[in-house]
């Protein structure tokens, strides 16, 4: 462990949000030390958005969250809390040391010295604290290495058996090698290569591997993420065929580009990975990461619906024949997913115009024209849809008038 000079980076830490007003309202920590510890002092160091602000205490943390009262809340097995403060959310652990009784095995903690706490990480660039209150209160340890590591812009693990003992580490640093541009140190990229070949990651849980490719999936750019899950070769080792090719990067850059703010990203990126993967295990595979149900079902009909959906819009000319070609329940996700795959004009027009297009009549305005519950109801009220879509049916007595008359003779 290191020590390096930083007189300002304490000022910085106490600076982002909800940091201050924590150690305020805990008052002296005794002779505990409060660090800001992991991602949050490397981007600090970097310049960088500070995303999650993760503090470990030395020393129980049950006391600590005492004093913050009911704004704090206890989690799990590992002695972690977050803090609601200020608006913002701040997480606390314990510092701790593990023990893996297993390779892929959740670990066995025990109470640790900061230091200690430091060395239980994924890569040294992310085993850096600096310390807010308590002993050594401004210094900054890091990890031997650490400070060199993050010079240089690359990723380290802080020992041999570290994708052993945790394997999504694999994940994490496919994560990590996207979102800081950062270089794999040549060592650590012959031990990934290694874990990999042994199937380290079958010694983790599918739900554990299923979630760390959904956090890949919400990164600033996620395609930039699953391009080098790729180059580690981490896809085939999940499943034959899965992955992004480097033809699928270009597809999900573009479907991603069409995909409104509501849209989830990870919808996309789960269809096209499953793409190369035989279909009869798709849904298998979906089961194995443990995915949402909602995730699961929409995935599934996305990788099955969008080659015929695009074939669909590329033919359709009036608005009608392009929302036809999406379907009555279609989902962003697919129509932006068909747009990438060759029809990005009608694709668009769907998401931003078409699917927000609402009859000002329903069915209840029919049953009361006499026209009964059944197949005739439904057709009137597409047939109106249609005729609203292409401007033949603007008012609420066009369309009134419209689903009438075809109702009347599906009846």
Same mark, same amino acid.
């Given at each position: 462990?290191?020590?390096?000079?930083?007189?300002?980076?304490?000022?910085?830490?106490?600076?982002?949000?909800?940091?201050?007003?924590?150690?305020?309202?805990?008052?002296?920590?005794?002779?505990?030390?409060?660090?800001?510890?992991?991602?949050?002092?490397?981007?600090?160091?970097?310049?960088?958005?500070?995303?999650?602000?993760?503090?470990?205490?030395?020393?129980?943390?049950?006391?600590?969250?005492?004093?913050?009262?009911?704004?704090?809340?206890?989690?799990?097995?590992?002695?972690?809390?977050?803090?609601?403060?200020?608006?913002?959310?701040?997480?606390?652990?314990?510092?701790?040391?593990?023990?893996?009784?297993?390779?892929?095995?959740?670990?066995?903690?025990?109470?640790?010295?900061?230091?200690?706490?430091?060395?239980?990480?994924?890569?040294?660039?992310?085993?850096?604290?600096?310390?807010?209150?308590?002993?050594?209160?401004?210094?900054?340890?890091?990890?031997?290495?650490?400070?060199?590591?993050?010079?240089?812009?690359?990723?380290?693990?802080?020992?041999?058996?570290?994708?052993?003992?945790?394997?999504?580490?694999?994940?994490?640093?496919?994560?990590?090698?996207?979102?800081?541009?950062?270089?794999?140190?040549?060592?650590?990229?012959?031990?990934?290569?290694?874990?990999?070949?042994?199937?380290?990651?079958?010694?983790?849980?599918?739900?554990?591997?299923?979630?760390?490719?959904?956090?890949?999936?919400?990164?600033?750019?996620?395609?930039?993420?699953?391009?080098?899950?790729?180059?580690?070769?981490?896809?085939?080792?999940?499943?034959?065929?899965?992955?992004?090719?480097?033809?699928? #990067?270009?597809? &999900? $850059?573009? *479907? =991603?580009?069409?995909?409104? !703010?509501?849209? +989830?990203? %990870?919808?996309?990126?789960? @269809? /096209?990975?499953?793409?190369?993967?035989?279909?009869?295990?798709?849904?298998?595979?979906?089961?194995?990461?443990?995915?949402?149900?909602?995730?699961?079902?929409?995935?599934?009909?996305?990788?099955?619906?969008?080659?015929?959906?695009?074939?669909?819009?590329?033919?359709?000319?009036?608005?009608?024949?392009?929302?036809?070609?999406?379907?009555?329940?279609?989902?962003?996700?697919?129509?932006?997913?068909?747009?990438?795959?060759?029809?990005?004009?009608?694709?668009?027009?769907?998401?931003?115009?078409?699917?927000?297009?609402?009859?000002?009549?329903?069915?209840?305005?029919?049953?009361?024209?006499?026209?009964?519950?059944?197949?005739?109801?439904?057709?009137? #009220?597409?047939? &109106? $849809?249609? *005729? =609203?879509?292409?401007?033949? !049916?603007?008012? +609420?007595? %066009?369309?009134?008038?419209? @689903? /009438?008359?075809?109702?009347?003779?599906?009846?």
């Amino acid at each position: 462990m290191e020590i390096f000079p930083e007189p300002e980076l304490r000022a910085r830490a106490l600076a982002l949000p909800g940091v201050a007003g924590l150690l305020d309202r805990l008052g002296d920590p005794g002779s505990d030390r409060i660090a800001l510890v992991g991602g949050a002092v490397r981007d600090l160091l970097l310049g960088e958005r500070v995303f999650d602000v993760d503090l470990a205490v030395e020393g129980p943390v049950e006391p600590v969250l005492a004093r913050l009262g009911a704004s704090a809340r206890l989690h799990g097995r590992f002695g972690t809390a977050s803090v609601q403060i200020d608006g913002a959310v701040v997480d606390l652990a314990r510092t701790r040391r593990e023990r893996y009784a297993r390779p892929g095995a959740l670990p066995d903690v025990e109470p640790a010295s900061l230091e200690e706490d430091l060395a239980r990480r994924d890569f040294t660039v992310n085993a850096m604290a600096v310390v807010l209150r308590g002993v050594g209160e401004g210094e900054l340890f890091g990890a031997a290495d650490a400070r060199q590591d993050l010079e240089a812009r690359r990723l380290r693990v802080l020992h041999p058996g570290s994708f052993s003992d945790d394997p999504t580490r694999l994940l994490r640093l496919a994560r990590y090698r996207a979102r800081l541009g950062f270089d794999v140190e040549p060592g650590t990229r012959e031990l990934a290569e290694d874990a990999i070949a042994g199937s380290a990651l079958g010694t983790v849980s599918g739900a554990r591997v299923g979630n760390e490719l959904r956090l890949l999936s919400a990164e600033d750019d996620p395609v930039a993420g699953w391009q080098a899950l790729g180059e580690l070769g981490l896809g085939a080792a999940i499943e034959a065929g899965f992955g992004l090719s480097p033809g699928d #990067l270009d597809v &999900a $850059r573009r *479907a =991603l580009a069409l995909l409104p !703010a509501e849209g +989830r990203s %990870d919808v996309i990126l789960l @269809a /096209l990975a499953l793409h190369g993967v035989a279909a009869e295990r798709r849904a298998e595979l979906m089961d194995r990461l443990a995915m949402p149900a909602r995730l699961r079902d929409d995935v599934l009909a996305v990788v099955l619906r969008a080659p015929s959906v695009a074939e669909d819009l590329r033919r359709a000319d009036r608005p009608s024949e392009i929302a036809g070609a999406a379907g009555p329940k279609a989902i962003p996700e697919l129509v932006a997913l068909a747009g990438a795959l060759g029809a990005e004009e009608p694709a668009r027009e769907w998401l931003d115009r078409l699917r927000q297009v609402r009859l000002a009549i329903d069915g209840d305005d029919l049953r009361a024209a006499g026209v009964r519950p059944g197949p005739a109801l439904g057709a009137g #009220l597409a047939a &109106a $849809r249609a *005729a =609203l879509l292409d401007g033949r !049916a603007i008012t +609420r007595e %066009d369309q009134l008038a419209e @689903a /009438l008359r075809v109702a009347q003779d599906a009846g």
